[in-house]
């Protein structure tokens, strides 16, 4: 199995900036990929970036587009994301999840960390 825990969650102005960490434990050598999810209240969780654990490779919702970055360290076993030019509409709670070789789907799940933009 592998273990997420994210860190970094806030309260923060619009126009402001957070930076989200995901630490990973366990049998990280079994990960292939690392997403940032977030749900907001009444809406349906959505996915807002992943990286692949092997070569980086992201990808991006439009809604963050130019404004958040995902990034990875392998070394560290962590995957970040910056977040930038935040607004209002990106308040919700920020997991990430770990996609893993051989098995489809997000199975791994970190608890969650609140994200907060005030207007």
């Known amino acids: 199995q592998v273990q997420l825990v994210e860190s970094g969650g806030g309260l923060v102005q619009a126009g402001g900036s957070l930076r989200l960490s995901c630490a990973a434990s366990?049998?990280?050598?079994?990960?292939?990929?690392v997403g940032w999810f977030r749900q907001a209240p009444g809406k349906e969780r959505e996915i807002v970036a992943y990286?692949?654990?092997?070569?980086?490779?992201?990808s991006y919702a439009d809604s963050v587009k130019g404004r958040f970055t995902i990034s990875r360290d392998n070394a560290e076993n962590t995957v970040s994301l910056q977040m930038n030019s935040l607004i209002p509409e990106d308040t919700a709670v920020y997991y990430c999840?770990?996609?893993?070789?051989?098995?489809?789907?997000?199975?791994?799940w970190g608890q969650g960390t609140q994200v907060t933009v005030s207007s």
């Open positions: 999840a770990a996609q893993r070789l051989g098995v489809q789907g997000y199975n791994n």
């Open positions: 990286i692949t654990w092997s070569d980086g490779i992201t």
């Open positions: 366990g049998r990280t050598y079994s990960i292939r990929a």
